[in-house]
């Protein structure tokens, strides 16, 4: 059974930083892309970054120039990296993979859990 698992949420000034990390662990036998999503109350979820298996990337516009997505394919792990934090920033950021898993040799869509990402004062 595959899992996500998030970490690094918090609470944070604007201005502030914080690092998100995500580990996928599990029978895996390959990993596509993986990326961060957030939602916010009241609204879908979007797409934050995403980072292929070769490290090509994207961004949302809003977050281009203050976030960085990167991963450790050692380590099946994805980062993102969140400097300048704004209140338009606050959501539940959700990590997500696209594998292929080491039974069934399925692909499809996993996600994690969810952590809270707040920036306020």
């Known amino acids: 059974q595959v899992q996500l698992v998030e970490s690094g949420g918090g609470l944070v000034q604007p201005g502030g930083s914080l690092r998100l990390s995500c580990a996928a662990s599990g029978s895996i036998f390959s990993i596509n892309t993986m990326g961060w999503y957030r939602q916010a109350p009241g609204k879908q979820r979007e797409l934050v970054a995403r980072i292929s298996s070769g490290g090509s990337t994207n961004y949302a516009d809003s977050v281009k120039g203050r976030f960085t997505i990167s991963r450790d394919n050692a380590k099946n792990t994805v980062y993102l990296q969140m400097n300048s934090l704004k209140p338009e920033d606050t959501a539940v950021y959700y990590c997500?993979?696209?594998?292929?898993?080491?039974?069934?040799?399925?692909?499809?869509?996993?996600w994690g859990q969810g952590t809270q990402v707040t920036v306020s004062s």
């Open positions: 997500n993979a696209i594998l292929q898993d080491g039974r069934l040799y399925r692909t499809r869509d996993y």
